[in-house]
């Protein structure tokens, strides 16, 4: 089964914002639009096999949200009856449990 990708409305404004960021450091449009667009295909390499990202667990328990590492960040995701939802897209160095766990904004 071939799933279908969903991005959530903060996952879109997480890339919006990754592209800002990615524009203020290279001052060059294509850099960042070549930067979202690795990280798009990336997230999509999922589509055929989702269960193959890493699974996110706190205190040994499953959290049901997978994700994969690109370059600084990583994108979270959760598997839906036939489609993968990317629910957010955040730096790794950041305490992204909190943010998923719904504690911090």
């Known amino acids: 089964m071939t799933y279908k990708i969903r991005y959530s409305p903060k996952a879109l404004k997480d ?5 800002d960021d ?3 450091a290279s001052k060059d449009f294509d850099i960042a639009d070549k930067y979202i667009d690795d990280l798009v295909d ?3 390499k ?4 989702p269960k193959t990202g890493i699974p996110l667990c706190y205190r040994d328990l499953f959290t049901g ?3 994969i590492h690109f370059k600084a960040y990583n994108a979270f995701y959760r598997i ?3 489609y993968i939802e990317v ?3 955040l730096l790794s160095k950041m305490d992204y449990m909190k943010v998923l766990l719904g ?3």
């Open 22 to 24: 990615v524009l203020e």
């Open 87 to 89: 629910s957010r897209i």
């Open 15 to 19: 890339m919006d914002n990754i592209w």
């Open 42 to 44: 990336g997230i999509s």
């Open 65 to 67: 949200f997978y994700y």
């Open 46 to 49: 999922k589509r055929g096999a």
């Open 103 to 105: 504690e911090e904004e």
């Open 80 to 82: 839906k009856d036939d």
